[in-house]
């Protein structure tokens, strides 16, 4: 059975890092491009990024573009979501998603598979 496992929320400070990571238990991982979405109190879930099966293409929200990087290790089934100078609007609980065949999307009905997220908080 699909499974999505997201770990690496916490609570930092303005300007500080994270990296979150999702374990995917997947049949063929490779086959799936996964995504980084997030949901902050009172707000709809919102696309954060996006990389293909790969890793050769990648895809963000102009919100975290040149502060987050995404990418995955298909050796170990998992995809990382590195975030830098963060700030307090990125407090949300973040979700890793997976969509079969590969390409990358940023519309959430794309994506099949769903973890059950993790809290980032950032502090002013």
């Known amino acids: 059975q699909a499974q999505l496992v997201e770990s690496g929320g916490g609570l930092v400070q303005t300007g500080g890092s994270l990296r979150l990571s999702c374990a995917a238990s997947?049949?063929?991982?490779?086959?799936?491009?996964m995504g980084w979405f997030r949901q902050a109190p009172g707000k709809e879930r919102e696309f954060v990024a996006s990389?293909?099966?790969?890793?050769?293409?990648?895809f963000y929200s102009d919100s975290v573009k040149g502060r987050f990087t995404v990418s995955r290790d298909n050796a170990k089934n998992t995809v990382y979501l590195q975030m830098n100078s963060l700030k307090p609007e990125d407090t949300a609980v973040y979700y890793c998603a997976a969509k079969i065949w590969g390409v990358i999307a940023i519309t959430e009905a794309d994506y099949e598979y769903w973890g059950q997220g993790t809290q980032v908080t950032v502090s002013s």
């Open positions: 990389i293909s099966w790969s890793g050769e293409t990648t």
């Open positions: 997947l049949q063929t991982f490779t086959s799936y491009a």
